[in-house]
Structure formats: C-alpha cells, structure tokens
C-alpha cells in the first residue's frame, strides 16, 4: 500500500470520525503496512483484522476500538499508542508470541 493509499484512507477515515454519514470508516483489514509511518494517525473504530503492521511506526496512534485481530505487530512502535478497547484477539505481539485474548 502507498503512502498516498494510507493517506487518503486516513482522511476519509477522519471525515466519517466526525460524522458517520460521510467519508468512510477505514478498512484496512489483510493490508501490508510493513514499516509504515502512521504516527499520531487516528485510526480509532478502524478495521485493521489481519493487518501486516510488522514494523510500523504507530507512536502516538489513537487506535482505540480498532479491530486488531489476526494483525502482526511484530516491531511495531506502540510508543504512546492509545489501545483502549482495542480488539487484539489473535494478534502477534513478537516473534510468534500472539494473544489469545485481550
């Protein structure tokens, strides 16, 4: 996935945040974000089931109520990432090491 793919996702992902009739909630379940940048990105309520987030920057993401399960986050910069109510059911922490519930 391009950098410009992400971005337009997150702005259309930031429209439907504020008003659920418009934009779009983002879907970015089975997507390759290997080593991407989503700093400070809102991706709150977002569907990320199965994501390959191997070594993304997600420092200071708002990641709360997404959709999780099944995603590597192996070396995934969680620095300050907010997690509450965060669906991680499945998802590879390190390694192999994957939760069985969270």
Known sequence: M???????????HAIWLVDN???KRANLSDANL????????????????GADLTGADLYGANLSGANLSDANLTRADL????LYGANLT??????????VRA
């Open 34 to 49: 290997y080593s991407a940048n989503l700093s400070g990105a809102d991706l709150s309520g977002a569907d990320l089931t």
């Open 79 to 82: 620095t300050g990432a907010n």
């Open 2 to 12: 391009t950098p410009d793919e992400i971005k337009n996702i997150l702005d259309q």
């Open 21 to 23: 009739t418009t934009g």
């Open 90 to 99: 499945y998802a590879t922490i390190a390694n192999g090491w994957k939760l």
